[in-house]
Every structure is written in structure tokens, then in C-alpha cells.
């Protein structure tokens, strides 16, 4: 196996050391960052699809996201000198509603986007829906991520699409729902534009507007 | 232009609702007075709703109806009432009527009440009043009657406007009934045998009601329901968002309960061949939004952090008060809560348990939607809840079902899979404790792997084999029982996702027994005594339970199932006034973790989604 190899098979298992010692590697052998960054998202790609396929689980999930980080933190300062540079795939404001204090899922999804190469502003739990606003306004984010994991908390996050609506910047952001008890039909009920039904399918939906945003570039 | 309205007709129920064009089945049910349980609250996660639509236009499936009911069923023109909307006049029929569907729910007739001395509190006292004579004498009936007792004259209103008439009709002199010195009613004749109380374990799911002689401290009739409120949703979260929709909304919540337990009463008092007017204590347990709703408090804070209750203090008062149909002054307690997910219920099992007593670190863990867990020893009582979810009741389970006849209850596994059912009857589903067993089997033949994966990880036998396929979406399922096998009428099968459900609910309980070892620093080890509770509890295999790691890896003598111990603590402070003070001074001894913000709760809770590699094979005398 080549060192990009297995490099990519560190990143799968959430082999964290290795996955820093093969970068390591690839960098030593002259690679190109552009190539060595689309054949780690490749394979978290295919962790994703095995979790979707449910082959994979939230342990062995958050352990490639965190082998990635780890593997793209050693690249950073190569990407940082490139001449093209790398813009994040897109600015993302994420937290658990008001009166929620539940977070696992979404941190999840925090690590899960940080390993894609998105650039994200947690606000942790019980964040008032005024908060996220100002956030994605003072960051310029193009994604609100809204978890709530309680049937009771749900309606904050309609109180979200309902602020943004009468702040008039509702077009401004796309914005994706989360948590146990959300369902599709509530999304299209609160006017919310998609249900992270689970922490990979709500990195191929923002991986789809990253690149509808054109942003998606490295 | 006006709306457009549609009559909804119910099979075998006469009533009917008349509805807006566009409402949901379910609303029209609702409306017309119809049980309908909507576990998950009527929004298309569940399939307890469903209905079959017997006349009127057909409309097409709906996405939550493929998904949740599956093709045949679809095709058998079955719908969920909650997805359903009134388009047409429309007939439908409920499936399966709530009055029909037996549930195992466990109660325990030989309470173990030894040890206890009837000190409930209420006395009675037989008095042979003299009717006042002289115009001079400054007395009154009620002074004549209290007479030489020594007692406060603290009668309701409605004793004192009866008390002259009995006083004089009555040759056989009055029964006088105090509560703690104070007088609760004033009855004709001699009654002082006549001294009853009532238990109550109201849980989210069953409501049970135990009816005790107050004075022989026996139990006279023990009857179990279901609560009422299901069809209003199925767990404490949906129930609480029903609640903050409106105010009649917690009025219908809270009617509903009172209505049913005092029906549930009348069933005791006629299999006990007591009357009700001579239950004159009465003890209640339940979580916290049980409490509420019972009192007529909005839950609603209890929804959204910080989870607060209106109170947490024990509280009495007149069972008038509430509206529940018994003596006229009886005395009603509600034990204390812990926390807004930590209730009365809870304390009531730490009374029953004793986990408060000695040095010994002892776990009691009640398994439900939301488990709590308790941890005593060194001076210390923790306490938290976690949110175990419904799948270990069954529900989001493709063939999970709550136990029931038909459920798979036992697994078993040697070259092949070997399943017993509940009642001996046709397999129709699985239940929790048949789940428990079922992964703890296929984990044993290595049909899953430690991190829950369902796949062979090595040759395995050919009946076993052949049970492990792909199903129609692409995810590995295996079959548990084979369609015409043990009567059943389709292919029963575990899948991935169902284990990964299983999964999430084991790790939530465990991690929160997790938590308070890290709090008190104790290994899986030094643990004494672990006592699994609550009517799911009892029905688990004990070495399932280890396989799966919902416990930790203990040897059977030190695992323990305590029954329906909420309900055994409640039945204490009713016989015993020492208990129920114990009660309001443990109330305020506990320390109460909270789960979701604790830091250590991701990592360990993200370490618990595993299964162990294998565990400890203890011989029977162990």
C-alpha cells in the first residue's frame, strides 16, 4: 500500500496517529496538497456512505472525523502557502435551540463539518434564536444549523425561521434542522430548507450547497 | 366561501366527528372522544396511530405510512390517523383498540412489607356522644362528640352541615377518623375496622393503584392501566408538548387521569368489597410530569431548560382537592422530586431500596423511556436520568412491539435461533426483553460485531447463515423467525438499524450509571449491589443484560431485579408515617447529576455505544 493509501485507510479507521504520520509521509514525498485533500475527503466520503448504510457508527464516525482534523491540521500551513489557497466550502453557525441543552448530535455534526473543511461557529446549548442570527450576520455565515433533540424545544426552531423571515435576511442562509424527534414534514412545516436527518446526511446536504454556493473550491 | 366539512366515522364506536376538510384522522378522534394512542405524539414517527380506512375514498400512502407501516400493510389499506387527512366523509377502524391490547405489566401481589410497622397515621375511634340537654350548658354536637378525645375539631364544612342530623339518627354512636390528631370525618356507627388507604404509581405508560388495609397493613387489591393520556402521546416529551399548546390541553391531561384513576379506585373497592368513603390516606408517586399533571400544575417548564419544577418539596393536601372519589377528608401525600427528570417515582424506589443505608455502594437503575439512576454508599446519593428512548419497550424497532401476546420474549442460540413468545402464542413481533436477548445471541455466534456491526465474522453454522441477508433497502438484517415458523405470518427479522437504535438506548443508561461512579469514583467493581427496577426490568435475562453491557459485568449475586420498587415505596409511606417523614428528609439529601452537560458525558457515552468483547460466564451459584 502507498503511503496516500494508507494514509486514507488511517483516516477511515480513526486512526488519529497514524493518520498524522502518513500525511506526514505523502508531504515528505512531494504530493500535491490539492491531491491529498481530495483523497481525504474521498475517503471520509465513503465513512459517511458506510454510515448511512449503517455499517459504521457514531463512535467510529467521530473518530475518522477527528483523524481527518488531525491529518488536516498538519496540512494547513501548506494550504495556507499554496498560491490558490483554500477558502472554507462554507460558514456555518450551529447550536442546540433555547431550552435544550442536549448536544452530542450536534457536536457530532460540528466535527463531522470541521473534517469537510467548513468553517464552524458553535454556540453550544441553549442559545437564544436571536444569537444565532447575530452571529450568522457578524460571521457571514452562508448555513444556521438548529438542533433540539426534545419535542418541547422544537418550536425554538421555528421561532429561528420566523425571525429570520421578519429580519428579512431569511434568503440570506440556508438553514438545516436537526435532532430526534424532527421530521421531514416539520422542516417543510416551519419553512426550514433541510432535515439533518443524521450527522452524515447533514454533511452531504451542506457538502450539495457548498457546492451550489460555489464555494466548494480548494 | 366556507369550509368544507367531512364526517369521520370510527368502526363500532357511535360516535362521530365532524371535521374541516384537511384535518388529520387523528384530530378527528380526538374530537369525537375516540382513543387513538399517538406514541409519538402524532407526528408520523410511530405506527401506534394507525387505522384501517373501511369506506370512503382511499387516498395514497404517504411517505411516514411506507415507511412505518411498510408495503403490505399500505396495501391492506391501512393509514396513520395522524397523516391521514379528512378529504371525503370517511370510515375507519382503529388498530388495535386500546381496550384489547393486553400488556404485561407487572405488579407485585406479595409485597415485601416485612420489617415495617403499620404507623400509617390514621386512627379511628368508635364514640357513644350524648346529645346536649340544657339550653345553659355552652356546648355544641361537635364538642359532645369530640368530648374526652382530646381532638381538634378540623372537619370539612360538609361533615359539620351532616353532623347534626347523624348525631341524632345514629343509636349506634359515631366513628370518629383523625389523621395525626387532626379529625378527617365523622361517620354513623361503629366503622373502626373500616381504615383503607391507597398506593399510587402513576408512570407515563401504567398507572397503578394498590388499595391497602390500613390497619393489618395487608393489600386488598392491587389494579394496573394504562395511562390514559397515551392517546395524547406516547412519552413524557410529547405529552409536555400537548401540554404547552394550551391550557385545556392540561386540563384534558389532567381530567383524563383523575377520571381514570377513580374508576381505577371503584375497581379496587369492589374486588377489596370495600367502600370508598373508607379510604382516608392516599400515597402518590410518579415522575415529575406525572406529578404535575396529577395536581393540575402546567409541565411546561419542565420541557425547556432549565427543566424546573413548580415544586420539588413533598406536598399534602385534601384527595378532595385533586377531585379523586374517596373519604371526604382524606389526606393526600406526594412524595418528593429530585429534579425535573428525576421524580417522586425515583425517590420512592430509593425508599424501597434503602440505597441510603450503610457504607456499601449499592446502583438501582429504572429502566423506561427515560431511565434513572441512583447511586448510594459512602454517605453520598447521586442521582440522574438519562434518556434511554422507546426501543427497549419495542418501539422503533421494525418488529417491536411492547409485551404482549405474541411477543418474542426469550432468544436462545446454539447451531440455530430459538425464540419463546409470550403466551405461547404466534410470533407477531419482539419485545424488549426478547431484543436483549436476540443481540446478546447473535453477538455469542459473532453475527455482530463489538462495535454493533451486523455481519459474520467467521463460518457460522447453515441454519444461522441463512438467516443473516440484505434486506430490500440494502441493510443487513437476520431473521429471527421465519415466516410460517411458530405460527408467525411474515418473516420476523432484527436489522442493522434497529441494533443501532438498541445501541443508543443501552448507552444512554449506561453511560449514566457511568457518570455517577466517575462522580463517586468507583470502579464496575466496587459495586455492591446492582438492582435493575421497573416493569421492563424484571422481565430481562440477567446474562443478556451483561452481554450487552447495559449493566456492568457483575456476578449474579450481586445483580438483583427489585420489581415495581417505586410502587413498593409508595405502599411504605402510606403504612408508615416514619417512612414517609424518611422520604421528605431523603428529598432533600439528594445530589442530582445532570447528564447532557456534564463533561465527561460524550466521551463516555460515545465509549458506551460498544458492546463488550465477551463477558464473565458465571455458574449458577455465583
Same mark, same amino acid.
Request: charged share 20%; proline share 4%; with cysteine.
Given at each position: 500500500?502507498?503511503?496516500?493509501?494508507?494514509?486514507?485507510?488511517?483516516?477511515?479507521?480513526?486512526?488519529?496517529?497514524?493518520?498524522?504520520?502518513?500525511?506526514?509521509?505523502?508531504?515528505?514525498?512531494?504530493?500535491?496538497?490539492?491531491?491529498?485533500?481530495?483523497?481525504?475527503?474521498?475517503?471520509?466520503?465513503?465513512?459517511?456512505?458506510?454510515?448511512?448504510?449503517?455499517?459504521?457508527?457514531?463512535?467510529?464516525?467521530?473518530?475518522?472525523?477527528?483523524?481527518?482534523?488531525?491529518?488536516?491540521?498538519?496540512?494547513?500551513?501548506?494550504?495556507?502557502?499554496?498560491?490558490?489557497?483554500?477558502?472554507?466550502?462554507?460558514?456555518?453557525?450551529?447550536?442546540?435551540?433555547?431550552?435544550?441543552?442536549?448536544?452530542?448530535?450536534?457536536?457530532?455534526?460540528?466535527?463531522?463539518?470541521?473534517?469537510?473543511?467548513?468553517?464552524?461557529?458553535?454556540?453550544?446549548?441553549?442559545?437564544?434564536?436571536?444569537?444565532?442570527?447575530?452571529?450568522?450576520?457578524?460571521?457571514?455565515?452562508?448555513?444556521?444549523?438548529?438542533?433540539?433533540?426534545?419535542?418541547?424545544?422544537?418550536?425554538? %426552531?421555528?421561532?429561528?425561521?420566523?425571525?429570520?423571515?421578519?429580519?428579512?435576511?431569511?434568503?440570506?442562509?440556508?438553514?438545516?434542522?436537526?435532532?430526534?424527534?424532527?421530521? %421531514?414534514? /416539520?422542516?417543510?412545516?416551519?419553512?426550514?430548507?433541510? /432535515?439533518?436527518?443524521?450527522?452524515?446526511?447533514?454533511?452531504?446536504?451542506?457538502?450539495?450547497?457548498?457546492?451550489?454556493?460555489?464555494?466548494?473550491?480548494? | 366561501?366556507?369550509?368544507?366539512?367531512?364526517?369521520?366515522?370510527?368502526?363500532?364506536?357511535?360516535?362521530?366527528? @365532524?371535521?374541516?376538510?384537511?384535518?388529520?384522522?387523528?384530530?378527528?378522534?380526538?374530537?369525537?372522544?375516540?382513543?387513538?394512542?399517538?406514541?409519538?405524539?402524532?407526528?408520523?414517527?410511530?405506527?401506534?396511530?394507525?387505522?384501517?380506512?373501511?369506506?370512503?375514498?382511499?387516498?395514497?400512502?404517504?411517505?411516514?405510512?411506507?415507511?412505518?407501516?411498510?408495503?403490505?400493510?399500505?396495501?391492506?389499506?391501512?393509514?396513520?390517523?395522524?397523516?391521514?387527512?379528512?378529504?371525503?366523509?370517511?370510515?375507519?377502524?382503529?388498530?388495535?383498540?386500546?381496550?384489547?391490547?393486553?400488556?404485561?405489566?407487572?405488579?407485585?401481589?406479595?409485597?415485601?412489607?416485612?420489617?415495617?410497622?403499620?404507623?400509617?397515621?390514621?386512627?379511628?375511634?368508635?364514640?357513644?356522644?350524648?346529645?346536649?340537654?340544657?339550653?345553659?350548658?355552652?356546648?355544641?354536637?361537635?364538642?359532645?362528640?369530640?368530648?374526652?378525645?382530646?381532638?381538634?375539631?378540623?372537619?370539612?364544612?360538609?361533615?359539620?352541615?351532616?353532623?347534626?342530623?347523624?348525631?341524632?339518627?345514629?343509636?349506634?354512636?359515631?366513628?370518629?377518623?383523625?389523621?395525626?390528631?387532626?379529625?378527617?370525618?365523622?361517620?354513623?356507627?361503629?366503622?373502626? @375496622?373500616?381504615?383503607?388507604?391507597?398506593?399510587?404509581?402513576?408512570?407515563?405508560?401504567?398507572?397503578?393503584?394498590?388499595?391497602?388495609?390500613?390497619?393489618?397493613?395487608?393489600?386488598?387489591?392491587?389494579?394496573?392501566?394504562?395511562?390514559?393520556?397515551?392517546?395524547?402521546?406516547?412519552?413524557?416529551?410529547?405529552?409536555?408538548?400537548?401540554?404547552?399548546?394550551?391550557?385545556?390541553?392540561?386540563?384534558?391531561?389532567?381530567?383524563?387521569?383523575?377520571?381514570?384513576?377513580?374508576?381505577?379506585?371503584?375497581?379496587?373497592?369492589?374486588?377489596?368489597?370495600?367502600?370508598?368513603?373508607?379510604?382516608?390516606?392516599?400515597?402518590?408517586?410518579?415522575?415529575?410530569?406525572?406529578?404535575?399533571?396529577?395536581?393540575?400544575?402546567?409541565?411546561?417548564?419542565?420541557?425547556?431548560?432549565?427543566?424546573?419544577?413548580?415544586?420539588?418539596?413533598?406536598?399534602?393536601?385534601?384527595?378532595?382537592?385533586?377531585?379523586?372519589?374517596?373519604?371526604?377528608?382524606?389526606?393526600?401525600?406526594?412524595?418528593?422530586?429530585?429534579?425535573?427528570?428525576?421524580?417522586?417515582?425515583?425517590?420512592?424506589?430509593?425508599?424501597?431500596?434503602?440505597?441510603?443505608?450503610?457504607?456499601?455502594?449499592?446502583?438501582?437503575?429504572?429502566?423506561?423511556?427515560?431511565?434513572?439512576?441512583?447511586?448510594?454508599?459512602?454517605?453520598?446519593?447521586?442521582?440522574?436520568?438519562?434518556?434511554?428512548?422507546?426501543?427497549?419497550?419495542?418501539?422503533?424497532?421494525?418488529?417491536?412491539?411492547?409485551?404482549?401476546?405474541?411477543?418474542?420474549?426469550?432468544?436462545?442460540?446454539?447451531?440455530?435461533?430459538?425464540?419463546?413468545?409470550?403466551?405461547?402464542?404466534?410470533?407477531?413481533?419482539?419485545?424488549?426483553?426478547?431484543?436483549?436477548?436476540?443481540?446478546?445471541?447473535?453477538?455469542?455466534?459473532?453475527?455482530?460485531?463489538?462495535?454493533?456491526?451486523?455481519?459474520?465474522?467467521?463460518?457460522?453454522?447453515?441454519?444461522?447463515?441463512?438467516?443473516?441477508?440484505?434486506?430490500?433497502?440494502?441493510?443487513?438484517?437476520?431473521?429471527?423467525?421465519?415466516?410460517?415458523?411458530?405460527?408467525?405470518?411474515?418473516?420476523?427479522?432484527?436489522?442493522?438499524?434497529?441494533?443501532?437504535?438498541?445501541?443508543?438506548?443501552?448507552?444512554?443508561?449506561?453511560?449514566?450509571?457511568?457518570?455517577?461512579?466517575?462522580?463517586?469514583?468507583?470502579?464496575?467493581?466496587?459495586?455492591?449491589?446492582?438492582?435493575?427496577?421497573?416493569?421492563?426490568?424484571?422481565?430481562?435475562?440477567?446474562?443478556?443484560?451483561?452481554?450487552?453491557?447495559?449493566?456492568?459485568?457483575?456476578?449474579?449475586?450481586?445483580?438483583?431485579?427489585?420489581?415495581?420498587?417505586?410502587?413498593?415505596?409508595?405502599?411504605?409511606?402510606?403504612?408508615?408515617?416514619?417512612?414517609?417523614?424518611?422520604?421528605?428528609?431523603?428529598?432533600?439529601?439528594?445530589?442530582?447529576?445532570?447528564?447532557?452537560?456534564?463533561?465527561?458525558?460524550?466521551?463516555?457515552?460515545?465509549?458506551?455505544?460498544?458492546?463488550?468483547?465477551?463477558?464473565?460466564?458465571?455458574?449458577?451459584?455465583?
Amino acid at each position: 500500500m502507498s503511503n496516500m493509501e494508507s494514509l486514507v485507510e488511517a483516516v477511515k479507521a480513526g486512526e488519529e496517529e497514524d493518520a498524522v504520520t502518513y500525511v506526514k509521509a505523502v508531504i515528505e514525498e512531494g504530493h500535491e496538497v490539492v491531491n491529498i485533500v481530495a483523497s481525504l475527503t474521498d475517503g471520509m466520503r465513503e465513512v459517511g456512505d458506510a454510515f448511512g448504510k449503517m455499517e459504521l457508527f457514531l463512535p467510529e464516525m467521530v473518530m475518522a472525523a477527528d483523524a481527518m482534523t488531525a491529518a488536516m491540521d498538519e496540512l494547513k500551513p501548506l494550504i495556507e502557502a499554496s498560491a490558490a489557497g483554500m477558502v472554507a466550502k462554507g460558514t456555518v453557525v450551529i447550536g442546540t435551540v433555547e431550552g435544550d441543552v442536549h448536544v452530542i448530535g450536534k457536536e457530532i455534526v460540528v466535527r463531522m463539518l470541521r473534517a469537510n473543511g467548513f468553517e464552524v461557529h458553535d454556540l453550544g446549548y441553549n442559545v437564544n434564536t436571536l444569537d444565532f442570527i447575530k452571529k450568522a450576520i457578524e460571521v457571514k455565515a452562508d448555513i444556521i444549523g438548529a438542533s433540539a433533540l426534545m419535542s418541547t424545544t422544537m418550536p425554538n %426552531q421555528r421561532e429561528l425561521v420566523k425571525l429570520l423571515t421578519e429580519m428579512g435576511c431569511r434568503d440570506d442562509y440556508h438553514v438545516i434542522i436537526g435532532g430526534a424527534p424532527v421530521t %421531514q414534514p /416539520w422542516v417543510e412545516e416551519i419553512g426550514a430548507d433541510s /432535515w439533518g436527518e443524521n450527522a452524515a446526511k447533514s454533511i452531504e446536504i451542506l457538502e450539495g450547497i457548498a457546492e451550489k454556493i460555489g464555494k466548494n473550491n480548494v | 366561501m366556507s369550509q368544507v366539512t367531512h364526517t369521520v366515522s370510527f368502526v363500532g364506536e357511535s360516535s362521530q366527528a @365532524k371535521v374541516d376538510s384537511g384535518a388529520s384522522v387523528l384530530q378527528a378522534a380526538r374530537d369525537a372522544g375516540v382513543d387513538i394512542v399517538a406514541t409519538c405524539g402524532g407526528r408520523g414517527r410511530c405506527r401506534s396511530c394507525r387505522v384501517k380506512v373501511v369506506e370512503g375514498t382511499l387516498p395514497p400512502p404517504t411517505l411516514a405510512d411506507i415507511v412505518q407501516l411498510g408495503d403490505q400493510e399500505v396495501g391492506e389499506h391501512y393509514r396513520l390517523s395522524c397523516q391521514l387527512r379528512v378529504n371525503d366523509n370517511i370510515t375507519v377502524q382503529v388498530s388495535p383498540p386500546l381496550h384489547e391490547t393486553a400488556f404485561q405489566i407487572l405488579v407485585d401481589t406479595k409485597v415485601p412489607k416485612k420489617g415495617l410497622t403499620v404507623d400509617c397515621g390514621v386512627h379511628k375511634v368508635h364514640v357513644q356522644p350524648t346529645l346536649p340537654t340544657d339550653e345553659n350548658d355552652a356546648t355544641s354536637d361537635l364538642e359532645e362528640v369530640l368530648r374526652g378525645t382530646g381532638l381538634t375539631p378540623a372537619l370539612s364544612l360538609d361533615t359539620v352541615r351532616r353532623l347534626p342530623d347523624m348525631l341524632r339518627q345514629s343509636s349506634a354512636g359515631l366513628t370518629i377518623t383523625t389523621f395525626d390528631g387532626t379529625v378527617l370525618s365523622l361517620e354513623s356507627g361503629d366503622t373502626t @375496622k373500616q381504615a383503607f388507604g391507597l398506593a399510587l404509581d402513576i408512570g407515563t405508560t401504567t398507572v397503578i393503584g394498590y388499595l391497602i388495609d390500613l390497619i393489618s397493613g395487608e393489600t386488598m387489591a392491587t389494579v394496573p392501566g394504562l395511562n390514559p393520556q397515551a392517546v395524547f402521546g406516547g412519552d413524557l416529551m410529547s405529552r409536555i408538548a400537548f401540554a404547552m399548546e394550551s391550557t385545556t390541553n392540561v386540563r384534558k391531561l389532567r381530567s383524563r387521569l383523575i377520571g381514570f384513576i377513580n374508576e381505577q379506585i371503584g375497581e379496587a373497592c369492589s374486588q377489596g368489597g370495600i367502600q370508598r368513603k373508607h379510604i382516608y390516606k392516599i400515597v402518590v408517586v410518579g415522575n415529575s410530569c406525572m406529578h404535575h399533571l396529577f395536581l393540575g400544575i402546567d409541565p411546561k417548564f419542565l420541557g425547556c431548560a432549565p427543566y424546573a419544577p413548580a415544586m420539588r418539596s413533598a406536598y399534602a393536601c385534601a384527595a378532595r382537592e385533586v377531585g379523586l372519589k374517596v373519604a371526604d377528608g382524606a389526606r393526600l401525600f406526594m412524595l418528593p422530586l429530585v429534579a425535573g427528570f428525576v421524580g417522586a417515582d425515583t425517590l420512592g424506589m430509593i425508599l424501597s431500596t434503602h440505597l441510603e443505608v450503610g457504607s456499601k455502594i449499592r446502583v438501582a437503575v429504572d429502566i423506561g423511556t427515560n431511565a434513572e439512576a441512583v447511586m448510594g454508599g459512602q454517605g453520598s446519593l447521586l442521582a440522574c436520568s438519562s434518556p434511554a428512548g422507546p426501543a427497549l419497550e419495542g418501539a422503533q424497532i421494525r418488529c417491536g412491539m411492547r409485551a404482549a401476546a405474541g411477543a418474542i420474549e426469550r432468544v436462545s442460540v446454539d447451531q440455530d435461533i430459538h425464540v419463546q413468545t409470550i403466551g405461547g402464542s404466534p410470533a407477531v413481533g419482539v419485545c424488549g426483553s426478547g431484543l436483549v436477548d436476540a443481540i446478546a445471541a447473535l453477538l455469542d455466534v459473532g453475527v455482530l460485531t463489538t462495535s454493533g456491526r451486523m455481519i459474520a465474522e467467521g463460518p457460522l453454522p447453515a441454519a444461522l447463515d441463512k438467516r443473516l441477508r440484505t434486506g430490500k433497502d440494502g441493510i443487513a438484517e437476520f431473521v429471527l423467525v421465519w415466516s410460517g415458523d411458530d405460527g408467525a405470518r411474515q418473516d420476523l427479522a432484527l436489522t442493522q438499524a434497529d441494533i443501532r437504535q438498541v445501541q443508543l438506548a443501552k448507552a444512554a443508561i449506561s453511560s449514566g450509571v457511568a457518570i455517577l461512579q466517575h462522580q463517586l469514583g468507583v470502579t464496575d467493581g466496587d459495586i455492591d449491589e446492582f438492582m435493575l427496577a421497573g416493569a421492563f426490568g424484571n422481565y430481562l435475562g440477567m446474562r443478556s443484560v451483561r452481554r450487552i453491557g447495559l449493566i456492568p459485568d457483575l456476578p449474579p449475586s450481586r445483580v438483583r431485579f427489585v420489581a415495581n420498587a417505586a410502587g413498593l415505596g409508595a405502599q411504605m409511606a402510606l403504612l408508615s408515617e416514619s417512612e414517609r417523614q424518611r422520604a421528605e428528609l431523603l428529598g432533600q439529601r439528594i445530589e442530582h447529576i445532570t447528564l447532557a452537560t456534564h463533561p465527561e458525558f460524550q466521551k463516555v457515552f460515545l465509549d458506551a455505544i460498544s458492546f463488550p468483547e465477551e463477558v464473565v460466564e458465571y455458574s449458577e451459584s455465583d
